[in-house]
C-alpha cells in the first residue's frame, strides 16, 4: 500500500497524559499536514509542512501541541497534557509542491481522552 | 463566520434520484474548490475538482458560481454505493490549507 499510513489508527489515554501520533505520507510527497477532525464537522486545519521545514500553524495548535518532520518524511504530532476536548480524529494528509491542493489523506488516528 | 457554509443533511434519496448539494464561501480570494467524499469512519477522498466552467464526471457534475461564492454538486442517477457525507472543501490564494464545510451527509434509499 502505497498510501499515507497513519499509527496508532486508535489511542485511549487519561486526561493529563502525552500521547503522540506518527504519519508516513506518500514518498514522493513533500508536503504534509495535518488536521483535526470532531463528530459531525469537516477537517480543521492544525499545521502544514515543506520537506522538513514546519511553514505554517493554526490559532487551533495550542502549546500543548507540537508536530515535527525532522527529515522531510515521516512526522510526528504530541499533545502533551492531554484533555477531553482533544478527543477527536487526527488526520495526516501529504501532497505534492505544485498541486498542494490535491492533498491525500491517511485513515487517521483516532484519541479518545477519558 | 464560517470559511464554507453546508447544509448538513441528512438527504435521503430513492435509487435512480438525482439529488444536489449546494455550499458558500465567505472569502472572495477562494482559489481552488473541491468536492471531497467521506465514508463513515474513513478519511476524506477527492471526488472532483471545481472549474469555473463547470465541469462533468460521469454522474457527477460540479459548478461554480464566483459572484455569488456558491458551489454545487449534482448526482445523476443515485447508487446505493454513493451513500456517504459530501464536504465541500475551499483553498485560498496564497494558502496552504484547505477550508472544509461540515459535509453533507447523503443516504441512498434501495
Known amino acids: 500500500d502505497t498510501g499515507v499510513s497513519q499509527n496508532p489508527r486508535h489511542k485511549i489515554t487519561k486526561r493529563g497524559q502525552n500521547v503522540t501520533f506518527r504519519c508516513d505520507p506518500i514518498?514522493?510527497?513533500?508536503?504534509l499536514y495535518w488536521y483535526r477532525q470532531t463528530l459531525g464537522q469537516g477537517p480543521e486545519f492544525l499545521t502544514y509542512?515543506?520537506?522538513?521545514?514546519?511553514?505554517?500553524k493554526s490559532r487551533l495548535l495550542s502549546d500543548r501541541f507540537s508536530a515535527e518532520r525532522p527529515k522531510g518524511s515521516f512526522s510526528t504530532l504530541e499533545i502533551q497534557r492531554t484533555e477531553q476536548g482533544d478527543s477527536a480524529m487526527y488526520l495526516c494528509?501529504?501532497?505534492?509542491?505544485?498541486?498542494?491542493?490535491?492533498?491525500?489523506f491517511g485513515p487517521g488516528t483516532r484519541l479518545t481522552v477519558t | 463566520r464560517k470559511e464554507v457554509e453546508q447544509d448538513p443533511g441528512p438527504f435521503n434519496v430513492p435509487e435512480g434520484a438525482t439529488v444536489a448539494f449546494n455550499c458558500t464561501y465567505s472569502?472572495?480570494?477562494?482559489?481552488?474548490f473541491f468536492w471531497y467524499r467521506q465514508d463513515c469512519r474513513k478519511e476524506p477522498k477527492l471526488l472532483m475538482s471545481?472549474?469555473?466552467s463547470g465541469n462533468e464526471d460521469g454522474r457527477f457534475t460540479a459548478q461554480l458560481n464566483r459572484a455569488s461564492q456558491y458551489i454545487s454538486l449534482l448526482i445523476r442517477d443515485s447508487k446505493l454505493s454513493d451513500s456517504a457525507t459530501y464536504l465541500c472543501?475551499?483553498?485560498?490564494?496564497?494558502?496552504?490549507?484547505?477550508?472544509f464545510g461540515t459535509g453533507t451527509r447523503l443516504t441512498v434509499i434501495p
Open positions: 494528509a501529504s501532497s505534492l509542491h505544485g498541486s498542494s491542493y490535491e492533498q491525500y
Open positions: 514518498s514522493e510527497h513533500n508536503r
Open positions: 509542512f515543506q520537506n522538513e521545514a514546519q511553514l505554517e
Open positions: 472569502n472572495s480570494a477562494s482559489q481552488s
Open positions: 471545481v472549474y469555473s
Open positions: 472543501v475551499v483553498a485560498q490564494t496564497g494558502a496552504n490549507n484547505l477550508f
